[in-house]
């Protein structure tokens, strides 16, 4: 097991799925980070601070915080971690895939979650979601703040994201587009009144 410390580090890695790095005191690290093992970071008050791009399908225990771009997995993957905050200058971006049903990067976070930033969703191999998916992003324990903005795919001109669930349960769905649910429910009252005059 490797461990680092100190006010200010170059970058690090844990590439490799065996690897684990344990961090002690609050530091921040400077650099691309790629973890595919475990990283540690410290308890208490103290924070592991990770100021530029963060990826891989790599869990995190302790808290961690994050101010550049997080990308869990390798492509799409369920990353576990524990205590985690987003910082406004942060974009977490979570992908989207097609098996048959639409699957999604997962955030499980055991702990307590700090939102804030940008949430970007990002479809993979031109994988476009259908009405009715709902997509689960992210699970947690505890919930302050809420993250600054959401930047999510283009769907066809009849489709819209519904992100109103994303803070309650962690989940985005495809719904009818407004204007589009509008038109039903006129057709369904002209229907009706038709119905009611004969």
């Not at 684990?20 to 530091?27: I, V």
């Not at 600054?148 to 819209?160: H, R």
Request: proline share 6%; net charge negative.
């Amino acid at each position: 097991m490797n461990s680092f410390n100190g006010a200010q580090l170059g970058p690090a890695d844990c590439a490799d799925p065996g690897c684990a790095l344990t961090a002690t005191g609050s530091a921040i690290i400077d650099g691309d980070f790629r973890n595919n093992g475990l990283v540690t970071g410290p308890a208490g008050q103290a924070w592991r601070t990770f100021g530029d791009d963060v990826c891989g399908a790599g869990g995190f225990a302790g808290n961690i915080a994050f101010r550049g771009a997080y990308s869990p997995g390798n492509s799409i993957a369920a990353v576990s971690l524990e205590n985690v905050a987003f910082d406004v200058t942060t974009v977490l971006r979570v992908e989207l895939s097609d098996d048959g049903g639409g699957i999604c990067d997962f955030l499980d976070i055991s702990g307590a979650l700090t939102a804030a930033g940008t949430l970007q969703v990002v479809p993979l191999d031109g994988f476009t979601p259908q009405q009715g998916q709902t997509f689960d992003l992210l699970d947690w324990g505890a919930l302050t703040g809420e993250f600054g903005s959401t930047d999510l795919p283009a769907l066809p001109g009849d489709l819209a994201w519904d992100p109103s669930s994303l803070l309650q349960t962690g989940e985005i769905s495809v719904v009818p587009e407004p204007v589009t649910l509008a038109a039903l429910s006129a057709g369904a009252c002209l229907v009706l009144l038709r119905r009611k005059r004969r």
